[in-house]
């Protein structure tokens, strides 16, 4: 298995397998899905914003009280705001992100509970005839590429009401009975969840030319892809290019907030990313302008994005060794598309990296 696909492969968090699993969190696991199944029931009987204030308020308690997540979410909105981490905007803005999670949340919890003639109305900003024809245009595809923003199940419950083929890939590694509760959840919309672990189900999807939706803003992972977002080095997972250049699908961009009065979104569509083939230049390449348009939705709305684990790393000296396998990443292109001065540039810089200091 390449590389690449040994990324894909992994979940987030490895997974023991359930003999082995701690008590302790088979209980916390447990205890997460009675209560969201509870709260669930109760989303669809208590009013919205009254719910939310609660939610949300609980979320931003733990953000107060857990000094390890409040420094992540500080680090990550300091890159986006290009201010230090301590400073009271960079807090207001965390506070703000933790209130917008918990809409997200109620909002999931009442999705079983819409009219499926109601989904549509949730996106009225996105084009989805555009969407098609891209689609349609596609020799693999499509890979729909999102960050942790606005209401992803919103627009996949969307674009699953017109009919479309859409799946979405999902951790099922750390809380597998939760993971069967989204998954349930998901399935009454029309939309196929499908394991990380299942390599051969993914692939499947985009050779029969259908939609797959993606996260990428999962959290810093040193064997992604290297990719400058914000300014500042970091790395995106190989996933999504490695996925499109294997089947020849188009990654398509997807930013989505949330408009005035909280009913509704405006998601667009960023320029189509095709990936030519799988050389590290075209991965890494394909994976830069993915990194763009998520800089570009986040950007647009920062208290909406609520991606709390740490997005870049926290040792500096680590954005000079992802930099440095950027630049050697850019020079491998496939061996047919070499020309004699990339090669002979590609030769000198081995050369310089295996001579003695």
């Known amino acids: 298995m390449t590389a690449p696909h040994r990324r894909l492969a992994e979940p987030h ?54 000094p390890a997540k409040r420094r992540s979410s500080n680090a990550n909105f300091g890159h986006v705001l290009g201010l ?55 020799p693999g595809g499509v890979i729909f590429a999102l960050g942790h923003i606005g209401n992803n199940e919103a627009v996949a419950a969307g674009i699953a009401s017109r009919g479309w083929p859409i799946s979405v890939l999902a951790d099922d590694s750390s809380f597998p009975e939760m993971f069967e509760e989204f998954k349930r959840t998901r399935e009454q919309w029309g939309i196929k969840v499908v394991p990380w672990r299942n ?54 961009p997807i930013a989505i907030r949330r408009m005035p009065g909280d009913r509704t ?7 189509p990313i095709d990936v030519p083939s799988s050389a590290p230049a075209d991965l890494l390449a394909a994976t830069q302008k993915l990194a763009d348009a998520v800089a570009a939705s986040i950007a647009a709305a920062p ?29 491998q292109l496939q061996p047919e598309r070499e020309t004699d001065a990339t090669r002979t540039t590609r030769l000198a810089a081995a050369a310089a990296a295996a001579s003695p200091a």
């Open 303 to 331: 208290a909406q994005w609520y991606s709390f684990k740490p997005i870049w790393p926290s040792d500096p000296a680590e954005g000079a060794l992802l930099e440095a396998r950027a630049a050697e990443m850019a020079l």
């Open 199 to 252: 390599i051969r189900d993914v692939y499947g999807v985009l050779r029969r030319h259908e939609m797959l939706g993606l996260l990428v803003d999962w959290g810093y992972r040193p064997d992604g892809i290297p990719v400058r977002l914000f300014g500042a080095w970091t790395t995106l997972p190989a996933g999504p290019a490695a996925l499109a250049a294997k089947t020849g699908a188009r990654i398509v």
């Open 84 to 138: 230090p981490p301590g400073d009271r905007r960079v807090r207001m803005t965390a506070l703000d992100a933790y209130a917008e999670y918990a809409r997200y949340l109620v909002e999931t919890m009442r999705l079983p509970s819409l009219p499926h003639a109601e989904a549509a109305k949730l996106i009225p900003g996105v084009d989805l005839d555009a969407v098609e024809q891209v689609w349609k245009s596609s």
């Open 13 to 66: 968090r490895g997974r023991e397998p359930e003999r082995r699993r701690p008590r302790g969190s088979r209980i916390v696991e447990r205890t997460a899905v009675v209560g969201y199944r509870a709260v669930s029931r109760l989303a669809a009987r208590i009013p919205p914003p009254l719910l939310r204030s609660v939610i949300a308020r609980l979320a931003q308690l733990s953000y107060l009280l857990w």
């Open 265 to 271: 979104f405006h998601a667009t569509m960023a320029e």
